[in-house]
Each structure stands twice: as C-alpha cells, then as structure tokens.
C-alpha cells in the first residue's frame, strides 16, 4: 500500500503498527523500560532500554522466537555483576539477544591493568561475559520515518561501560525494522570515548526458544569447518550433535561448539534454525570481516530448552588466547567498530527452504552430527595462526 492509501484507511499508523515507549511493573522486571515495535506483518518484539537496548521478546503471528528464561527480564538495580565468583551474569540471561563485552566476552579473567596508569589497579576483573548486559540505555529517539511509500520504525540509544582510571567504552545501537517486513536490524558502533587505550571483545548471545527449537529442527550453516565442542571428551554422552535438536533432556549440561563458517560473495555469514515439520524458522546474518568468530550454544535442559547463534570478535579460548596470538583488539581514543546485523523471520515453508538453499551454496556443513573438531583456529585480523 502507499503512505496515502494506508492513510485512507486509519486515523493513526498505530492500528497497524509502530513504536511504543512503556515500563514494565511487577516482579524482577519492575520498572524496565521497554520499546514494543510491530511491523504489522505478524512480527512483534521489544527493547528492554534498561539493558542495552538488548531485544526481549520476539514473536511472528503469536508464535514465539526468542527464548525466556527462568530468569526474566531483571532489572539491572537488582544484577550484581561480582556475584557468584563471576557467573551471576546468568541470573540477568534471558530473550533474544543479550549483548557480551564491551571489553570483555567468554568466561572470567583477571587482566593486567598498566594501561589504565593507576597503581592500585594491579587487575581487571571481568565476570561471564562482561558488564555491558545490565547497563541501561540513554534513550535517544524511536519513532517512524517515511521515505517515499516505505515506513521504517527505528530507535536508538547510547550504553556507555565506563569508570574512574578504567575503560570508558560507549555502546551507541539503532535498532531498526520496516513496516510489513519480516527483518530486524541492528546497527551498533562501539565508541572509545575516553583516553586510555582499551581492549574491546564483543559477541552478541542470540538465544532462540521453542516452537523454533524443537524435536527434529536444525541448525544450518555454512560451516567450512568444525574448531573446537567444550565437551569433546564426552563427545556422545549426551546423544546431541551438533546439527539435529533434539527433545527436551532432563540434566542436560551445556554443549558450546565454535565453527568456521564460509562468507558469501559479499562477506555475509547467514546462520539459521529451522523447524521445517513447522514450517517455521530464524536466521542471523552478520558481516565475516566485523564478526569473524560463531558458537553454537545447546541449553537443552528440561525447563531451559534453547539454542543460541553467537556471532563474536574472537576465538572461543578467551582474552588471553587472543592477546597471545595479536588478535585483541585495542582502541584507541575516538576510535570506533562497527556491527550490522540482521534477524529475520522464516514465516513459512517456503522461507525456510529458500533459507536453507542460500545456505547451503555457500558452503556444505558436515553431514555427521559428530564431527571431530579440528582445533585450528583461523588468524584474526591478520595474526599469525
């Protein structure tokens, strides 16, 4: 439909779609300000302003997408980042994205400070996954934005991870999507906005629940090859590949794979998981030369039950692994990265075949569930392997 005939038919875009500012109320989620955004195609979902302009809930015509943990939408107020010997952070994990870094990703690590020049700074200390998660946002603007006969919703703000004789790291995120469309974009610049140079790691946790992530469903990428699994000691123990998902298993542990995966001929890496008994999927497409590392994460516990896409700057082995072989990145004041990202929804059987197709002629992931991980870790921004 165009702008006028749209503006025919309703006194306000709002019937349809749009943006909507509203704070959450009760429980652990009192007080959240979130962003709801629907396309008026059946896609909904919202932006929790408190926590990094991370993206909550996600649905597609009332189906679920993002995964919620036991854990809920807690308010940042309540995370204590030091708790739990570094992995309180799981007590703030739940919906579709939770953003890892800004200076940090993967499990805790003490870092060596001298590059912030203050002598009762011998270390700094990062828990699971970095701080960025639970910092609220500085809202800057949401709204629509006609151009010619296309509505894009969009919003954006600033998380800035700074302290005193340490790091000063902004995180600034548009979050944009079309109205009719099936696509979320996310477009993130992360900014050292201060004077000391500053290590930077970055991942984003993509977590995708059920009826997506069901018996029978897939994952699907371009995997060129298969680096490392957390669990390669017990590598069957579990009965779960990498590939096929399967129901819900009482106790299960965690599984993390890393992949190598091939980009197109653009440099786009698009990995999906698809329900194609349902008709039903979601795909991530990120750029290879911005994120160059992706894990696989498998929660199949009973209660739990998710799998995440994780898109990352670096290699799975951690900060110390990257410093030792130049691939830490460092930024210097006014220096910046950037992160175009897309999520989209696979409505139906026909988007989840064309899916798959485009996957699949880009490069051929290995057919056993059980591949037997290579441990050679392609170079990052040039190191040395």
Not at 323 to 350: A, K, N, Q, T
């Amino acid at each position: 439909m165009t702008r006028r005939s749209l503006a025919e038919r309703t006194g306000a875009l709002s019937q349809f779609a749009g943006v909507r500012l509203s704070t959450l109320g009760d429980g652990l989620e009192r007080g959240v300000r979130q962003l709801e955004f629907r396309t008026g195609s059946g896609l909904r979902f919202t932006i929790l302003v408190d926590r990094a302009m991370d993206i909550a809930e996600c649905e597609h015509a009332g189906r679920a997408v993002a995964w919620h943990s036991p854990a809920g939408f807690r308010h940042p107020g309540l995370h204590d980042y030091e708790g739990e010997d570094g992995l309180a952070w799981l007590r703030s994990l739940s919906g579709l994205v939770v953003t890892c870094g800004l200076d940090h990703t993967l499990f805790m690590h003490d870092d060596p400070a001298e590059h912030y020049v203050y002598a009762p700074r011998k270390a700094v200390s990062s828990s699971l996954h970095g701080r960025v998660g639970t910092i609220p946002a500085r809202l800057t603007g949401y709204g629509e934005t006609w151009v010619g006969d296309e509505c894009i919703l969009w919003a954006e703000g600033i998380v800035q991870q700074a302290t005193v004789f340490g790091e000063d790291l902004h995180l600034i995120r548009r979050i944009e999507a079309t109205v009719g469309g099936d696509e979320i974009r996310l477009h993130d610049r992360v900014v050292n906005h201060g004077f000391y140079r500053t290590p930077h790691m970055y991942c984003y946790h993509i977590n995708v629940g059920y009826p997506v992530v069901d018996e029978g469903a897939r994952y699907v990428a371009p995997i060129r090859d298969v680096l490392w699994a957390a669990h390669v000691e017990t590598y069957r123990a579990q009965g779960t590949g990498y590939r096929t998902v399967p129901a819900p298993i009482v106790n299960f542990h965690e599984q993390v794979w890393q992949h190598d995966m091939a980009p197109d001929a653009e440099g786009r890496v698009n990995v999906a998981i698809v329900n194609e008994a349902r008709g039903f999927g979601f795909e991530v497409e990120t750029l290879k030369s911005q994120f160059p590392a992706m894990y696989e994460w498998q929660n199949l516990h009973a209660g739990h039950y998710a799998i995440a896409i994780e898109p990352s700057t670096n290699h799975v082995l951690g900060k110390e692994f990257a410093r030792e072989r130049g691939e830490l990145i460092w930024l210097e004041h006014g220096e910046e990265r950037r992160y175009d990202s897309i999520f989209r929804i696979l409505p139906d059987g026909v988007a989840v075949a064309d899916a798959v197709r485009r996957i699949q002629d880009v490069a051929r992931q290995p057919d056993e569930d059980y591949p037997q991980p290579s441990g050679k870790y392609p170079p990052i921004n040039g190191a040395a392997a």
